[in-house]
């Protein structure tokens, strides 16, 4: 009985304390129940939430070294999906703690909020949105705060987190107002406060791209701040930014004092502060050998062995700086081998690595490692299209030169004495057989060294050669089970007993697999004789020329590149020079010598360049070089004779369709400007001049001949593309069904010898359809073929119309224009244009 009327008074008290615990209640009890719950139960776990999540933030960020670091180590990233399986949980978990908090807890009587702790909750709450990147709902929040708690303690926060969200939203100038006139108002602010709004500051004045401004800032958020953490990071950018202004010594001084909080600060600022100040280094003034004893200490150091690939590129630098070359080169390639994942790092490695190549002429090397650039640049940047624009012309260069050196050998061995040659080729043969046995034995030792063959009784159950292919396809395999057989049981003759003591055991020492690979290498190869080799060289004298000449060719178009496109100059002039002891082509000579005059002019080789002068001024008078080279300053508004402007001409004539002339006057020009970086676009238009004039085949043959000969010009380029893309749907299979054409020609069939004929009846038809009042339709004298041509008459709707139209000229009183005629659909005219093909359709439509 007592027991009951206990819990029945407890039960009592709980119900009346719990009534008196009401949000709606301002009593003692209630105000410190809501308050004591709000803070060290919701709040509290929304609080550890939001740390996690913003060391979560921090642990993933990757700083780039190479600019200047932000001030939060947050990635932010563009857009954000607002569903909640996109956001980070233990943001999201601190927003609902927060709300929680707000809709259980708060206590607004009257007006007034009684729960001390509900500002706590919105300022929980804004961080959250901010961290989540929901900008606009996290100024809601601190907006809030500000509105309706006046006397919050937080509110000096709420206001520097606000600004920082106007930060975010780019806001910056709005930003840097506010929290300057947050210094003056607030003067409660606390030195951590105080350290966070200065460093926003720094932040938003290095958006608006005023790293002066930024400066003052950062310096006093370093000085501020309590946390060494952030010191050290603060000071970093301090230095960074004095960099930035050209301040190298300010510089240096920031990034010792990074230095020297040592272990008190993460281990990456302190490797990366001492790199800055060595990429500060003056090599003109400094101790060079102190530089060297610094550098191998961090490469000594256990603990930074996290950032060798930055070290050893910083190390690589120093060496190209004094001009250890071979010593850089070692370290750029140790730095890449670290596998860092700092892709701009990696850049820089093979940028440097390239420029070396370069530099040695050493092209196909360097075309490879400016590849290996391009893979680690963003594709949208400056530096990225500069570099692909340098390697797109070092295609050429390394095509050019690939042709110079095949042809200049192919060259000198035919001019080889015949005794001479077969040496040569003799002593080639010898080198490939050694080379072949060399390779066999390192395979058989690699064989040997792996334990190809395991004496285990699973191999020998499984009769395996040890590598997942059977024994006796493999040669070295049975080489090597040879050699073992033969070092163990000697020669012995395939009969019964083989193994008994009786036997033959003749041992044999280790020097027998050599023989053995030896045998098997020379099975290998092919049997190829010196007179094998010979009789694959060109001997008739047309393919000889075409070698010259295309070598020629090579030589020249690599002297305009180093001139024009790399501003070699000593490559350009060895090329240029070489050529002109080829005694090459009348064409190619003139250009050669005024571009050597130029390049001489430019290298200060000014006895040379009077010498050139004064050659083509007395050979060459009348030439466009003799006019450029006694008028330096003058501009020739209209060479006739230059390239462009020939083209001009015969691009106008193929326009007018006078395709016969215009492809002899092309022959012409093309050997005239043999050589010149304007004669593939001659080409090109030849090609295209013989489409429209002799059909699909020529078309066809042309754009070959023009993407085999020129494959690295644009013009090359542009006819590979068409014979890929554009002929194959262009090849002729059958005529389109002409019942849903909405579109016909007549076509009026004239003789190309009577051409005369055919521009009077043109005339007299375009009379004619001005008098029956058609003037709807249009008329063309269309070239067809070298035999053919026709008058056409355009545009007209249907068959049916187009018969009416032929019946009208002809039956008119006053017209009377009656002529053999053709009937087509605009669709099938573009075919047999293309296809020369007009009787096969005069037939179909027979038929």
Same mark, same amino acid.
């Given at each position: 009985?007592?027991?009951?009327?206990?819990?029945?008074?407890?039960?009592?008290?709980?119900?009346?304390?719990?009534?008196?615990?009401?949000?709606?209640?301002?009593?003692?009890?209630?105000?410190?129940?809501?308050?004591?719950?709000?803070?060290?139960?919701?709040?509290?776990?929304?609080?550890?939430?939001?740390?996690?999540?913003?060391?979560?933030?921090?642990?993933?960020?990757?700083?780039?070294?190479?600019?200047?670091?932000?001030?939060?180590?947050?990635?932010?990233?563009?857009?954000?999906?607002?569903?909640?399986?996109?956001?980070?949980?233990?943001?999201?978990?601190?927003?609902?703690?927060?709300?929680?908090?707000?809709?259980?807890?708060?206590?607004?009587?009257?007006?007034?909020?009684?729960?001390?702790?509900?500002?706590?909750?919105?300022?929980?709450?804004?961080?959250?949105?901010?961290?989540?990147?929901?900008?606009?709902?996290?100024?809601?929040?601190?907006?809030?705060?500000?509105?309706?708690?006046?006397?919050?303690?937080?509110?000096?926060?709420?206001?520097?987190?606000?600004?920082?969200?106007?930060?975010?939203?780019?806001?910056?100038?709005?930003?840097?107002?506010?929290?300057?006139?947050?210094?003056?108002?607030?003067?409660?602010?606390?030195?951590?406060?105080?350290?966070?709004?200065?460093?926003?500051?720094?932040?938003?004045?290095?958006?608006?791209?005023?790293?002066?401004?930024?400066?003052?800032?950062?310096?006093?958020?370093?000085?501020?701040?309590?946390?060494?953490?952030?010191?050290?990071?603060?000071?970093?950018?301090?230095?960074?930014?004095?960099?930035?202004?050209?301040?190298?010594?300010?510089?240096?001084?920031?990034?010792?004092?990074?230095?020297?909080?040592?272990?008190?600060?993460?281990?990456?600022?302190?490797?990366?502060?001492?790199?800055?100040?060595?990429?500060?280094?003056?090599?003109?003034?400094?101790?060079?050998?102190?530089?060297?004893?610094?550098?191998?200490?961090?490469?000594?150091?256990?603990?930074?062995?996290?950032?060798?690939?930055?070290?050893?590129?910083?190390?690589?630098?120093?060496?190209?700086? &004094? *001009?250890? =070359?071979?010593? !850089? /080169?070692? #370290?750029?390639?140790?730095?890449? $081998?670290?596998?860092?994942?700092?892709?701009? +790092?990696?850049?820089?490695?093979?940028?440097?690595?390239?420029?070396?190549?370069?530099?040695?002429?050493?092209?196909?090397?360097?075309?490879?490692?400016?590849?290996?650039?391009?893979?680690?640049?963003?594709?949208?940047?400056?530096?990225?299209?500069?570099?692909?624009?340098?390697?797109?012309?070092?295609?050429?260069? &390394? *095509?050019? =030169?690939?042709? !110079? /050196?095949? #042809?200049?050998?192919?060259?000198? $061995?035919?001019?080889?004495?015949?005794?001479? +040659?077969?040496?040569?080729?003799?002593?080639?043969?010898?080198?490939?057989?050694?080379?072949?046995?060399?390779?066999?034995?390192?395979?058989?030792?690699?064989?040997?060294?792996?334990?190809?063959?395991?004496?285990?009784?699973?191999?020998?159950?499984?009769?395996?050669?040890?590598?997942?292919?059977?024994?006796?396809?493999?040669?070295?395999?049975?080489?090597?089970?040879?050699?073992?057989?033969?070092?163990?049981?000697?020669?012995?003759?395939?009969?019964?007993?083989?193994?008994?003591?009786?036997?033959?055991?003749?041992?044999?020492?280790?020097?027998?697999?050599?023989?053995?690979?030896?045998?098997?290498?020379?099975?290998?190869?092919?049997?190829?004789?010196?007179?094998?080799?010979?009789?694959?060289?060109?001997?008739?004298?047309?393919?000889?020329?075409?070698?010259?000449?295309?070598?020629?060719?090579?030589?020249?178009?690599?002297?305009?590149?180093?001139?024009?496109?790399?501003?070699?100059?000593?490559?350009?002039?060895?090329?240029?020079?070489?050529?002109?002891?080829?005694?090459?082509?009348?064409?190619?000579?003139?250009?050669?010598?005024?571009?050597?005059?130029?390049?001489?002019?430019?290298?200060?080789?000014?006895?040379?360049?009077?010498?050139?002068?004064?050659?083509?001024?007395?050979?060459?008078?009348?030439?466009?070089?003799?006019?450029?080279?006694?008028?330096?300053?003058?501009?020739?508004?209209?060479?006739?004779?230059?390239?462009?402007?020939?083209?001009?001409?015969?691009?106008?004539?193929?326009?007018?369709?006078?395709?016969?002339?215009?492809?002899?006057?092309?022959?012409?020009?093309?050997?005239?400007?043999?050589?010149?970086?304007?004669?593939?676009?001659?080409?090109?238009?030849?090609?295209?001049?013989?489409?429209?004039?002799?059909?699909?085949?020529?078309?066809?043959?042309?754009?070959?001949?023009?993407?085999?000969?020129?494959?690295?010009?644009?013009?090359?380029?542009?006819?590979?593309?068409?014979?890929?893309?554009?002929?194959?749907?262009?090849?002729?299979?059958?005529?389109?069904?002409?019942?849903?054409?909405?579109?016909?020609?007549?076509?009026?069939?004239?003789?190309?010898?009577?051409?005369?004929?055919?521009?009077?009846?043109?005339?007299?038809?375009?009379?004619?359809?001005?008098?029956?009042?058609?003037?709807?339709?249009?008329?063309?004298?269309?070239?067809?073929?070298?035999?053919?041509?026709?008058?056409?008459?355009?545009?007209?709707?249907?068959?049916?119309?187009?018969?009416?139209?032929?019946?009208?000229?002809?039956?008119?009183?006053?017209?009377?224009?009656?002529?053999?005629?053709?009937?087509?659909?605009?669709?099938?005219?573009?075919?047999?244009?293309?296809?020369?093909?007009?009787?096969?359709?005069?037939?179909?439509?027979?038929?």
């Amino acid at each position: 009985m007592k027991s009951l009327l206990y819990y029945t008074f407890c039960l009592v008290l709980f119900g009346v304390l719990l009534s008196g615990c009401s949000r709606k209640k301002d009593s003692f009890v209630s105000r410190n129940f809501h308050a004591v719950t709000t803070e060290y139960n919701t709040l509290y776990n929304g609080g550890v939430a939001l740390d996690k999540g913003r060391a979560s933030l921090v642990e993933t960020f990757n700083d780039n070294y190479w600019e200047v670091l932000p001030i939060e180590r947050i990635v932010f990233t563009e857009n954000t999906a607002s569903g909640e399986e996109n956001r980070d949980p233990n943001f999201l978990k601190a927003e609902e703690k927060a709300i929680k908090a707000i809709q259980r807890h708060a206590m607004k009587i009257d007006g007034e909020e009684r729960n001390p702790q509900i500002d706590e909750a919105f300022l929980l709450l804004g961080k959250a949105r901010y961290y989540d990147q929901q900008f606009v709902p996290a100024l809601e929040a601190f907006n809030y705060i500000l509105a309706y708690y006046p006397k919050s303690n937080n509110i000096a926060q709420a206001k520097v987190w606000k600004e920082k969200t106007n930060i975010r939203l780019e806001n910056n100038v709005i930003a840097i107002d506010n929290l300057k006139d947050i210094f003056e108002v607030e003067s409660e602010l606390s030195n951590q406060d105080r350290a966070d709004a200065h460093a926003m500051l720094a932040q938003a004045f290095l958006n608006l791209e005023t790293p002066d401004s930024a400066l003052v800032y950062i310096k006093s958020a370093s000085k501020l701040t309590k946390k060494l953490e952030e010191r050290g990071r603060y000071n970093f950018i301090k230095g960074q930014l004095y960099n930035k202004l050209g301040k190298t010594d300010s510089a240096n001084l920031a990034f010792q004092e990074v230095i020297d909080l040592n272990r008190k600060v993460p281990r990456k600022y302190h490797i990366n502060a001492h790199l800055e100040k060595i990429r500060n280094f003056d090599y003109a003034s400094g101790d060079t050998l102190l530089l060297r004893e610094r550098l191998d200490l961090l490469v000594k150091n256990r603990e930074n062995r996290p950032f060798l690939d930055k070290i050893y590129y910083t190390k690589a630098t120093y060496f190209m700086n &004094i *001009g250890k =070359e071979d010593s !850089a /080169i070692v #370290n750029y390639n140790k730095s890449l $081998l670290q596998k860092s994942s700092d892709q701009f +790092l990696n850049s820089r490695d093979y940028l440097a690595l390239a420029d070396y190549n370069f530099d040695k002429a050493a092209y196909k090397t360097a075309g490879a490692y400016y590849d290996s650039v391009l893979n680690k640049l963003p594709v949208r940047t400056r530096e990225y299209r500069s570099i692909r624009k340098k390697r797109e012309n070092l295609n050429d260069v &390394i *095509g050019y =030169e690939n042709t !110079a /050196i095949r #042809n200049d050998s192919i060259i000198r $061995l035919i001019t080889m004495p015949e005794e001479e +040659l077969t040496a040569y080729f003799e002593a080639y043969i010898s080198k490939i057989k050694e080379k072949a046995t060399q390779d066999s034995l390192a395979r058989v030792e690699e064989v040997r060294n792996q334990e190809f063959f395991t004496n285990s009784t699973s191999s020998r159950k499984q009769g395996a050669a040890g590598v997942g292919e059977f024994y006796f396809y493999n040669d070295v395999a049975v080489a090597y089970g040879k050699q073992s057989f033969e070092k163990q049981w000697g020669n012995r003759r395939l009969e019964d007993r083989w193994r008994t003591s009786t036997k033959q055991n003749t041992l044999q020492g280790a020097n027998t697999l050599p023989g053995i690979a030896t045998t098997i290498v020379e099975e290998q190869i092919e049997a190829k004789t010196a007179a094998d080799y010979i009789a694959t060289l060109p001997r008739e004298r047309t393919q000889i020329d075409s070698l010259i000449k295309e070598r020629n060719v090579a030589y020249f178009q690599l002297g305009l590149i180093y001139k024009e496109k790399f501003k070699e100059f000593p490559l350009a002039i060895e090329r240029l020079e070489k050529l002109i002891t080829f005694e090459p082509d009348e064409k190619l000579i003139l250009p050669a010598k005024y571009n050597l005059y130029q390049l001489y002019g430019n290298t200060d080789a000014f006895a040379k360049e009077d010498s050139l002068k004064n050659d083509i001024l007395t050979t060459y008078p009348n030439s466009r070089y003799a006019q450029r080279i006694n008028n330096p300053n003058t501009v020739f508004a209209a060479d006739v004779d230059a390239p462009e402007e020939v083209y001009k001409r015969l691009y106008d004539r193929f326009k007018a369709e006078e395709f016969e002339t215009l492809l002899t006057v092309l022959d012409t020009r093309i050997e005239q400007f043999y050589g010149d970086p304007y004669l593939p676009k001659f080409e090109l238009l030849k090609a295209t001049a013989l489409g429209r004039y002799k059909g699909y085949e020529a078309y066809k043959t042309a754009l070959n001949f023009v993407a085999l000969t020129y494959p690295r010009t644009e013009e090359g380029k542009k006819a590979q593309s068409l014979l890929q893309k554009v002929l194959p749907n262009m090849a002729f299979s059958s005529f389109d069904d002409e019942a849903l054409s909405v579109s016909y020609k007549v076509l009026f069939p004239f003789e190309n010898k009577d051409l005369v004929a055919a521009q009077e009846f043109n005339k007299k038809l375009q009379e004619a359809l001005e008098k029956v009042k058609y003037d709807n339709f249009t008329i063309s004298l269309d070239s067809y073929s070298p035999e053919q041509s026709f008058v056409v008459v355009h545009y007209l709707s249907s068959r049916s119309q187009a018969e009416g139209l032929v019946e009208l000229l002809a039956n008119n009183d006053e017209i009377k224009l009656s002529r053999d005629n053709i009937i087509i659909a605009s669709e099938n005219y573009k075919i047999v244009q293309l296809h020369k093909n007009v009787e096969d359709y005069q037939e179909k439509i027979t038929n």
